[in-house]
């Protein structure tokens, strides 16, 4: 038996034999298309996480990262639905070309123009982000154009846990080591060569889509934010209960991945005492993470369903989440674990803390990488293709809201009390605001409102997930 996988609204069997990684990436638009997605997030996590570092070296305070930090999650709020819109618009290799390019602009010209003070850094952040609301939903979205129904669930792990390896890349070793060895300016630059490669790659992909002149597609988008309306968002969590649940219970994990980076630098600098351009050495076994996350996506998924692979992911990031604020007493035991202890036959001595730090990294980055691919699945298998980039949009504004929030509230807390508190109430905090969003969707449309427990249950429910046994349902009416 097979089952059946909609794409553009039509629900098309396939063989219930999911093809590997390597046969995806024998077509060459797949190929493309996910190192496009790599150059991005590289370039992104080079910039955002250099810029921390470079802070925390200059003993800059924990709010002031996390507004260099929060200025990336400003735009997404604002824009990020409307910038779903104009990839609906755009052909997607015109969206990504177009961003590439812009990007690469910004982190060229701003610091020989101003220069790399916070408020410059701020000024990146924010217009980066800004071009990623168009750049994002197009990347995803042109996982549906290139990919046919029996590799989509391959191609949309491929793409996630690729975009994802190669953030974790640029943040645990390519920014800390261009900031030791060079500062801010060489690391922003790298990034807009990396940019660069991005434009170039995706100039390579097909123009399969017929769409009108991007002058009418600028035009015919709603520019007013919209995003900041709790009414529409209750409304539209109503209407699209399904999704909506996927992307809240996404914007979870991101908000935990992403407070986590933010708070990081004066982590190790505070609590693991060490230099933050070393997270090199202290976080690279959490590659292994991401490496799990890549290879067992699509089987988890293909098994038991994106839903459930989501809630798996959730769980492996708060309990890490919490492990690492609780590293003082936990060192000893994961220490022994640690694969860096093989650096002691090259006389490098590291401490418990940073051994177990290490180790604890692992199941959050595959929580990170695994959420992502889950996430994207569901919604190129349930959404129509002329409706994703809305979709994927909405999800940006959902996850960037809830970071926000996450990111300076966490950082305030962090200011006070240090970051170690920080790290343990972190999780049950962020998951306890999005079961009383839940809640709150049916306060605002004057239905009863569920219990906690209810609504918790609301998001675990499994009957939309995709097994082989399975017909996936048809969804036209998704337009957010």
């Not at 590439?100 to 003070?117: E, R």
């Not at 991101?254 to 693991?272: G, H, I």
Request: aromatic residues 8%; proline residues 5%; neutral net charge.
């Amino acid at each position: 038996m097979g089952e059946a996988i909609a794409v553009g609204g039509t629900a098309a069997p396939v063989p219930s034999e999911k093809p590997s990684y390597r046969e995806v990436l024998k077509d060459r638009d797949i190929a493309i298309l996910s190192l496009s997605r790599a150059a991005g997030k590289l370039a992104g996590a080079v910039v955002s996480y250099g810029s921390m570092v470079y802070l925390a070296r200059q003993d800059a305070s924990q709010f002031a990262i996390s507004l260099v930090s929060a200025a990336g999650y400003v735009a997404p709020l604002f824009f990020g639905l409307q910038g779903g819109t104009l990839a609906d618009s755009l052909s997607k290799r015109l969206a990504l070309i177009g961003g590439f390019v812009a990007q690469a602009a910004t982190v060229f010209l701003i610091p020989i123009l101003f220069g790399t003070d916070v408020w410059e850094l701020v000024v990146i952040m924010f217009l980066a982000s800004l071009l990623n609301q168009v750049i994002t939903p197009s990347l995803k979205s042109a996982v549906a154009l290139v990919a046919s129904p029996a590799q989509l669930a391959t191609t949309s792990a491929l793409v996630g846990v690729i975009g994802s390896i190669a953030s974790a890349i640029g943040s645990a070793f390519v920014a800390p080591t261009l900031i030791k060895w060079g500062g801010i300016k060489l690391a922003l630059g790298v990034a807009g060569l990396v940019y660069l490669l991005g434009a170039l790659r995706a100039y390579r992909l097909p123009e399969k889509e017929r769409l009108g002149p991007a002058r009418e597609a600028f035009r015919s988008v709603d520019w007013k934010p919209k995003a900041l309306s709790l009414k529409s968002t209750a409304a539209w969590i109503l209407a699209h209960r399904p999704v909506a649940t996927m992307i809240l219970a996404g914007a979870v994990v991101v908000a935990l991945f992403e407070a986590s980076n933010t708070l990081m630098p004066v982590y190790v600098r505070d609590v693991l005492e060490a230099d933050p351009a070393n997270s090199i050495y202290i976080f690279a076994p959490a590659a292994i993470g991401f490496l799990i996350g890549t290879f067992a996506a699509p089987s988890l998924m293909h098994k038991y369903g994106e839903r459930r692979l989501l809630f798996v992911a959730l769980g492996a990031s708060s309990v890490s989440m919490i492990l690492l604020g609780l590293i003082d007493r936990v060192d000893a035991f994961f220490a022994v674990f640690s694969p860096l202890r093989l650096l002691e036959l090259f006389g490098i001595e590291l401490s418990d803390k940073v051994l177990a730090a290490g180790v604890i990294s692992i199941p959050f980055n595959f929580g990170s990488c695994a959420a992502g691919a889950a996430l994207q699945t569901f919604i190129n298998r349930t959404v129509p293709l002329v409706q994703q980039g809305a979709t994927f949009g909405l999800e940006e504004v959902q996850e960037n809201a809830l970071t926000l929030a996450a990111v300076l509230s966490l950082g305030a807390i962090s200011t006070a009390t240090g970051p170690r508190f920080v790290f343990v109430i972190a999780p049950p905090v962020v998951i306890a605001f999005v079961v009383w969003l839940l809640r709150f969707s049916y306060r605002v449309e004057r239905l009863d409102e569920p219990t906690r427990r209810e609504a918790w249950q609301m998001l675990l429910d499994t009957s939309d997930d995709a097994t082989p046994t399975e017909t996936t349902p048809e969804d036209g009416g998704l337009q957010p």
